[in-house]
């Protein structure tokens, strides 16, 4: 039976290789359900954080664990979900995207426009071919959105925009998220996805709020000097 179902599709936890978090694959499945979600992407970066015991810990929370990562191409970061293997190999070029495409997973272009080295910026149009969706971040107020290029961009090309909280905090859950018109599957949520039949939810943040999600990135940079993807 087709359903709205509550989804995110980028998020982070302590298992990722490259960042400090504070809360578990399992944290974050517990507060997933307390706020609703009906699937749920784990995408550390470079690698899948996905097992039979995790999918059934989220199984019997009544929630679909969708395998994911955060894949680093060309020094760029490219949302992977499904996406057929465990680990990404480093210096991997963007070209490489037409060999992973497929009708089984899904390419997401993360916060293409945010000024940071690891948005995808005008490489997204060189391979815009390659993308089956557009993310729309949590991070944004009604000062500041860079989200804004992103969803000229989605309506421009034809392609979905999907809301995620890109969650490096654990209270960042929910503040932006896709409701996927589907059936509660792996395979019809990313078939939904490609088709379009999706609503993106988004609440945006305080000044302040954001300048906490700033002090923490440049906090965590300024100490864990090693962070290169």
């Known amino acids: ?6 989804v995110d599709l980028h998020a982070h936890t302590a298992e990722d290789p490259y960042e400090y978090i504070n809360y578990t694959a399992y944290q974050l499945i517990d507060r997933a359900s307390q706020k609703g979600f009906d699937a749920l992407a784990i995408t550390n970066h470079n690698t899948v954080t996905y097992n039979k015991k995790l999918v059934r810990y989220a199984e019997n929370k ?3 664990l969708i395998p994911g990562m955060e894949a680093t191409f060309s020094r760029k970061h490219v949302l992977l979900i499904n996406p057929g293997f465990n680990k990404n190999p480093l210096n991997r070029p963007l070209e490489d995207l037409v060999k992973i495409k497929n009708d089984k997973n899904l390419i997401i272009a993360p916060h293409p426009f945010f000024p940071t080295s690891k948005s995808l910026q005008q490489e997204l149009f060189s391979y815009i071919e390659y993308f089956d969706a ?5 991070f944004y107020n009604h000062l500041i959105n860079c989200n804004k290029k992103a969803a000229h961009v989605s309506n421009q090309y034809k392609i979905p925009l999907v809301g995620t909280s890109d969650c490096h905090n654990i209270w960042q859950l929910g503040s932006s998220y896709t409701l996927v018109e589907t059936k509660k599957e792996l395979s019809s949520i990313i078939e939904a996805i490609k088709e ?16 906490r999600v700033v002090m923490n990135f440049f906090v965590f940079h300024k ?3 090693y962070y290169k993807m």
């Open 134 to 138: 557009i993310e729309f971040s949590f």
């Open 196 to 211: 379009g039949k999706i609503e993106t939810c988004t609440t945006p943040l305080s000044l302040l709020t954001m300048g």
């Open 1 to 6: 039976m087709k359903q709205k179902l509550k």
């Open 62 to 64: 009544g929630i679909v």
């Open 223 to 225: 100490f864990k000097p």
